[in-house]
Each structure stands twice: as structure tokens, then as C-alpha cells.
């Protein structure tokens, strides 16, 4: 064996060795070159504590439902009508007894002609006198007792004739009629009952203006205000929304269920609303300052100072930004100050983050997220 073969070979393996050396350094990159890209960062849009509007159950009525009462008292001897019956205006609805009434317009007639005979004889007398004061016949003091007759005997001739007007009145308000069209709604008599005057009988809900009623909690009024824009649907047509207002707000809570009674008014006369329909009332909250919800992961302190991180979108850099908690949930927190509806934050991962920091946004699919910004037409350019 040569000896010198074992030397020959090793001074080759170190040439070798120290060729590919050259090789890999002259393929690598200078190390001061290197570039790190901007790590992903789960961004989302704050949202609104309350964005979705409250609803309420009410019903459809009439914006006019008059109660309808008789002018005098007495037995009802007639009913006319049942709920849900349609009448026209001047319809009778239901009568009284008018026995007595009528006797007290025949008494009226009666003292009515006894007026106006005592009224002619008066005159005549009158008339007579005149004549023989004229001629010096009677002194003017028998003429003025004349005169003093004539003068009492026509206003109890006006009075009589007032009277019988009364009594015609009155003995026609034995007859209910509707004072306009519409349907009845509820019903508070019945035949054989008397009744006193004033006393409701029916409820008519008359033809026009529909409206919905509502039962507003007590710890919500404050959010409510007469005129304020409202959503009615339907149950007959849902997916069919109506325009409407708050037109009545009660002033006082009702002492069973403490809620307050409100009317809501369809506009535009569109909707076709049948009475005792079922509705839903769909209400925004208009009340200023409402809290922002973030993810819980989205918040951080540092000094007993909570802060979240916001995505400036025109470089993709972040800036620690204070905040007010108002409250913490289960997996959000709500934020009475320090972000706007439109920010967007970081929301897991954020005690990695730094001031400055350049991140590439994504959605919780890792998906990029496009701005709407002029000259930026995805967040994934220039980055």
C-alpha cells in the first residue's frame, strides 16, 4: 500500500469542503439584508352595545275611538248593534225608554199653548189701551199696567217655547246614533240595564288614521320622546315594514304592570291595517354616547390605564390608544370613550404588539381585509 494515498485523499476532502464553503457563502444573502414580513393581526370594527333595535308587541286601533254615551239617563229598551258591527253615520245604534220624556214634551206643548193665548189677550188688551190713551180716555198709569202685562206674558211665551224645544231635545236623545262611520269596537250595555247619563255604551272605532298601541318598560321611557321615527310590521305581513311616529307617550306608568301606555301613528296613510291586528314595533335607540363592544382579548392595561391597539389603515401601523371601560362581559367589553364605531382593533394576540408596529390585517378566517381608502384598493398592497 502507498502511504502517501490516506494524505492525498484528506487534503482533497478539505479542498472540497472549503470550495462548497465559498459556494454557499456566495448564495446567501448578506445578513444585513434580511427582512422580517409583517406578521398577521386579527383586526375587527367596535359595535354598537345596542345596535339591534328593541322590539315591543302592540295592537292596531283606530287613531279616533269616541266612547258613545246617552244625553239623559233611562232603561235600555232596545240594542241595535254587536261588536264588530260596521255603521254608517246618524245609524241608532240604541233606545231608551221615552215614556216619561214624552210626557214632559206634552207638558211643554201644553204650557206652550197657554203662553200663547195669554200672549194674544195681552196684545189685544194692549192694543185697546193704546187707543183709549190716544183719545184721553185712561191715564198713562192704567196704560203701563197694560203694557207690564204684555211685556210678562211674551217672555213666558219665549220661555214656553224653550222648554217645548228642551223636551223635543231630550226625548230624541233617547235614540244612540253613531256620529260617524267606523265599527264598533266594544260593547257596555245591555237590554234592560239602565243606564245613566254619560255613562259609556259603546266604543266606536271610526274610519281613518290607524295606529299601533305599545307598553313601554319603565327603566326605557327615558329613550322615547313624542315624534320619534319607529318600524311597524305586521304579523299579517311580515316583511313588509311601515313607517311611523311616536304620536302619544303617557305621562304616568300604569300602577299594575308599571309601563307606560304609547301610540304609535302609521304614516302616509300606506298601510292597510285591519283593527286588532297584531304588530311589532321596532325602535332605535337615539340616545347619544352608546357604549362600543370589543372583543375581550382586544383590551390591555399597563398602569391601571386600559388601552386598546388601533389599526392606522393607510400604513397598516399600530398605536396604543387609551380607553374607558364601561363594563366587562364573559367575552366583551364595552368602551364608553376612546374609539369611534369606525377604528379598527386588534383583537387577540396583543401583548406581543408595539407602538408602530407594521402588521398585515386579516379577518378571524385569515382572510385580508380591504380598506376603502382612495389609492388603496386591498390591504395586501404595498405591503
Not at 141 to 152: E, G, I, L, N
Request: some cysteine.
Amino acid at each position: 500500500m502507498n502511504p502517501s494515498r490516506p494524505f492525498t485523499r484528506t487534503l482533497f476532502g478539505l479542498a472540497a469542503s472549503a470550495a462548497l464553503g465559498l459556494v454557499l457563502s456566495a448564495c446567501a444573502p448578506p445578513e444585513s439584508g434580511l427582512q422580517k414580513p409583517p406578521r398577521p393581526a386579527i383586526v375587527v370594527q367596535p359595535t354598537a352595545s345596542d345596535s339591534r333595535p328593541a322590539i315591543y308587541p302592540g295592537e292596531v286601533r283606530a287613531r279616533h275611538e269616541p266612547n258613545l254615551a246617552f244625553r239623559v239617563g233611562g232603561e235600555v229598551t232596545k240594542r241595535l248593534v254587536e261588536v264588530g258591527d260596521r255603521v254608517k253615520k246618524g245609524e241608532a245604534l240604541a233606545e231608551l225608554d221615552a215614556e216619561d220624556l214624552l210626557l214632559q214634551r206634552d207638558s211643554a206643548r201644553a204650557q206652550l199653548a197657554a203662553a200663547e193665548a195669554e200672549f194674544r189677550n195681552a196684545e189685544n188688551e194692549l192694543t185697546r189701551y193704546r187707543e183709549l190713551l190716544a183719545r184721553k180716555l185712561i191715564g198713562e198709569s192704567q196704560h203701563d199696567a197694560v203694557q207690564t202685562r204684555f211685556d210678562a206674558s211674551s217672555a213666558q211665551l219665549a220661555r214656553a217655547r224653550a222648554q217645548l224645544e228642551v223636551a223635543e231635545n231630550q226625548t230624541a236623545y233617547t235614540v244612540l246614533k253613531a256620529p260617524s262611520d267606523g265599527v264598533i269596537a266594544r260593547r257596555q250595555v245591555e237590554a234592560g240595564q239602565v243606564v245613566a247619563a254619560g255613562q259609556t255604551v259603546f266604543t266606536l272605532a271610526a274610519d281613518g288614521d290607524r295606529e299601533v298601541r305599545i307598553d313601554l318598560p319603565e327603566q326605557d321611557i327615558a329613550r322615547f320622546a313624542v315624534g320619534q321615527p319607529v318600524t311597524v310590521e305586521l304579523w299579517s305581513q311580515q316583511g313588509k315594514p311601515l313607517s311611523g311616529q311616536i304620536r302619544e307617550l303617557s305621562p304616568a306608568a300604569d300602577t299594575t304592570l308599571r309601563t307606560f301606555e304609547a301610540y304609535v301613528a302609521l304614516n302616509g296613510g300606506d298601510a292597510i291595517a285591519e283593527l286588532g291586528q297584531s304588530a311589532r314595533v321596532f325602535v332605535r335607540d337615539t340616545a347619544r354616547n352608546i357604549p362600543l363592544t370589543v372583543p375581550m382579548a382586544a383590551v390591555t392595561a399597563d398602569d391601571n390605564r386600559a388601552h386598546v391597539w388601533v389599526l392606522g389603515p393607510e400604513k397598516f401601523t399600530l398605536h396604543k390608544t387609551p380607553v374607558t371601560v364601561a363594563s366587562f362581559g364573559n367575552e366583551t367589553a364595552q368602551i364608553q370613550s376612546g374609539l369611534s364605531a369606525g377604528d379598527w382593533v386588534v383583537a387577540a394576540g396583543t401583548q406581543l404588539l408595539r407602538e408602530g408596529q407594521r402588521v398585515r390585517p386579516v379577518d378571524r378566517q385569515n382572510r385580508p381585509i380591504e380598506f376603502g381608502i382612495a389609492g388603496t384598493s386591498s390591504m395586501t398592497q404595498n405591503l
